[in-house]
């Protein structure tokens, strides 16, 4: 009975030893790369988003300049926000900038092209505070607004700006 | 400055939970210190995440968070006179020094990773939207959130226990910081392995075995580094340690007239849907494996009460929903007969997917395969009560998780199960990390080994043994 019970004890050992280090070969090298792929960054209050926006457009602190331009304007206008569809980036820009644009309501927008035009023509200015373009080209006939690196412009709506 | 805030923060955190814990256990058990300082977070996370939502709905600015600071200290107050000692400690040997060390390694390495990284996209869109919008409207979200369809990618229906447990950071702090946000996570990771070390030592009266598992949850990729883990401010590693907290004060339950473990399960369990939508369905699980226990075990029908709780949670988050006219998630078509009849034929794809799933080895190493060694040796003890519910508690929500994706509206559903059902997973491998831990200790239990400690053992694995808590 006992060396029956110490073979059954040394296969259960064996198992669970074995199952150990083969857990541990397979896991390392993945925990190793995810340890070591990312160098601290800034620990700032909306460190998140701007590290978001820096990937998106490559501009740095972005978080605080778009905060600062939608408290300017009236809390009681839509902030409308357009993406391109099928476009990871552009979805992700807008919902970030949905996120930054608080205490305004937004309306996003996800169109098949790059053009807006159509959209933008429905709206009526008076009751949007921006026009915010994620990867979007802005149409011509709307003045410029203030661009974040590549394919972030948010454009504040005025009646000057009115088609 | 900060670092104080944080502390207070996390103080009042810890004392609410303290003297939550105190009540239920009400002099019943002594407890060791890793479970009164997991238990502690766990109900303090999850009372002072609910005070802000009810306490909001009357009041906001500075009277809010006071008001739950001084409940939070009365709590603690109360706890204090409440609270058996906790037993002589003794001394650990070399062994278990060197298992404590390599996990005090890895917490820390937790923390680095938890700070090196952002947020991930769900955890900042999902969860800490709802903590800031919180702290900027006096600590209430604004009723605007829930009605502004352009928000609706935020899911303003998910509940509150994460954002208010940010909520209550940023109350501290005085202003809403994604990083010190962060902070959250890694504890929860501590308190899974504070969890884990002692129910291994409940159940098997051998410390060993409880730390090597807790060492081994740092090498599951899904736990510690993939999308979804404790490091990227998701809610699906803090629900796992609710429920792994649920199960195993249920396992301990199982022992007759362990009403102070019932309590906490109660507790535990009604909780679960307040950490995240999908808890619903962990909690049904749980809620029948407790309906088992109770029956099982012969308890008197108020023990039904523990189901009250979570039920009261559930309800009372739906009516808030449908009287701030939030929108009805766009994630699923609506469950019924007729839409699951027209869906039958995904069943086959879903399940070939959870097979890919168990065996994709970057985001879950060999865990799976452990895991089911595990049940085939945990199914040679079906008659132990335990293992039944062990079982259940592991395979229904896998299943019932795949039976939800037969209802999914995405277009192409194998792409939406494709990106949530490891960390619909995630919400189970606690369970498995249980599971392992019996199986592990078969052997040993079935040796008469002394317990070392009185009142911190609950043998549950044991499979000659009769099964019984050694009660201070």
Known sequence: MTVRFSYGRIAHVLLWGGLAVASLLVSIPRIYSGVTDHPLHSTSPLHTCDSYLKFATGVSGASKDMISIFQSMSASKRIIIFTCKDDAFSSGLGMTTAYLAAPHLVRLFEISGTHPDNELSKMNPDEVAAVVFCRVNRPHWLPAGKVFGSGLEVVSIREKARR | ?472
């Not at chain 2, 473990?261 to 494996?289: E, H, Q, S, T």
């Not at chain 2, 108020?302 to 309800?315: E, Q, S």
């Not at chain 2, 040796?377 to 795949?402: E, H, K």
């Open chain 2, 1 to 472: 400055m900060s670092a104080l805030a944080l502390l207070g923060a996390y103080g009042t955190l810890f004392v609410g939970g303290y003297g939550l814990l105190a009540l239920l256990v009400r002099q019943k058990i002594q407890f060791s210190l890793t479970e009164q300082i997991a238990f502690s977070w766990l109900l303090g996370t999850g009372a002072v995440s609910l005070l802000l939502w009810i306490f909001g709905l009357f009041v906001h600015g500075m009277l809010l968070p006071g008001l739950v600071s001084i409940i939070c200290l009365s709590l603690g107050l109360v706890g204090w006179r409440q609270m058996v000692p906790r037993p002589l400690r003794r001394t650990p040997n070399p062994f278990e020094i060197f298992l404590g060390t390599i996990i005090v390694i890895e917490i820390a390495i937790v923390f680095y990773l938890s700070f090196v990284h952002t947020l991930g996209w769900d955890g900042l869109l999902n969860w800490e939207i709802k903590a800031r919008y919180a702290f900027a409207n006096g600590g209430v979200i604004p009723a605007t959130y829930f009605s502004d369809s352009g928000r609706a990618f935020s899911h303003p229906e998910y509940p509150l226990a994460i954002p208010f447990t940010e909520l209550w950071l940023y109350l501290w702090l005085g202003e809403a910081d994604q990083f010190c946000a962060k902070t959250i996570f890694p504890i929860f990771y501590v308190i899974g392995t504070f969890l884990v070390v002692a129910i291994g030592r409940r159940f098997t009266g051998k410390t060993w075995i409880g730390l090597v598992m807790a060492a081994f949850l740092f090498f599951v990729p899904q736990i510690t580094v993939e999308v979804g883990s404790a490091i990227g401010g998701y809610a699906d590693f803090p629900l796992s340690i609710f429920y792994l907290a649920t199960i195993g004060c249920l396992l301990c339950a199982t022992e007759p007239k362990n009403d102070a473990f019932f309590g906490l399960y109660a507790a535990c369990l009604a909780l679960l849907p307040w950490v995240k939508r999908d808890g619903l369905i962990l909690w049904i699980v749980a809620a029948a494996c407790g309906v088992f226990v109770i029956l099982r075990t012969k308890r008197s029908s108020r023990h039904f009460l523990a189901l009250f709780p979570g039920l009261l949670i559930i309800c009372g988050w739906r009516f808030y929903l449908s009287a701030m006219h939030a929108p009805q998630a766009a994630d699923f078509l609506p469950m019924n007969l007729e839409t699951f009849s027209s869906h039958l034929d995904r069943i086959l794809p879903l399940f070939s997917a959870l097979l890919t799933e168990f065996h994709n080895l970057p985001t879950w190493s060999l865990f799976w395969f452990v895991v089911a060694v595990g049940v085939a040796y945990l199914l040679g003890q079906m008659r132990n009560p335990g293992t039944p519910i062990l079982l259940t508690a592991l395979f229904l929500p896998i299943v019932l998780y795949l039976l939800i994706y037969v209802f999914s509206s995405w277009p192409n559903y194998l792409e939406h199960v494709g990106l949530s059902i490891s960390r619909l997973l995630l919400h189970v491998a606690p369970v498995g990390f249980l599971i392992t831990l019996l199986a592990v200790s078969r052997r040993r239990v079935k040796s008469p080994a002394p317990v070392h400690e009185r009142g911190v053992t609950c043998t549950i694995a044991v499979s000659e043994r009769t099964p019984m808590v050694e009660l201070a």
